[in-house]
Nanobody, 124 residues
């Protein structure tokens, strides 16, 4: 089993930046992909971006492409979400998650392990 803990959320003004961190504990394997999702009040949990552990390839939702970057540090078992040019519509609880899918995994049903979430609020 894998436990995931997010941190780094907070309140920022539109146009600002935040970096979220996800610490993974327990056993991990190179085939796992690590993803980020977000959920705003009254809305479903949506895919943000993900990165493969083995290949190091990242992919993103269209809404964040060019603004957000997913990265990883295998030595520290850490995954990051760098968020730039933040918009009020980015306001949500952000979750990190782990998946065994080798290809692109864009739905929450493809992820087995989830963190508790961290709040990101972007003011106008």
């Amino acid at each position: 089993q894998v436990h995931l803990v997010e941190s780094g959320g907070g309140l920022v003004q539109a146009g600002g930046s935040l970096r979220l961190s996800c610490a993974a504990s327990g056993r991990t394997f190179s085939r796992y992909s690590m993803g980020w999702f977000r959920q705003a009040p009254g809305k479903e949990r949506d895919f943000v971006g993900a990165i493969t552990w083995s290949g190091g390839w990242a992919y993103y939702a269209d809404s964040v492409k060019g603004r957000f970057t997913v990265s990883r540090d295998n030595a520290k078992n850490m995954v990051y979400l760098q968020m730039n040019s933040l918009k009020p519509e980015d306001t949500a609880v952000y979750y990190c998650a782990g998946s065994r899918v080798e290809g692109t995994a864009r739905t929450r049903y493809e992820y087995e392990y989830w963190g508790q979430g961290t709040q990101v609020t972007v003011s106008s």
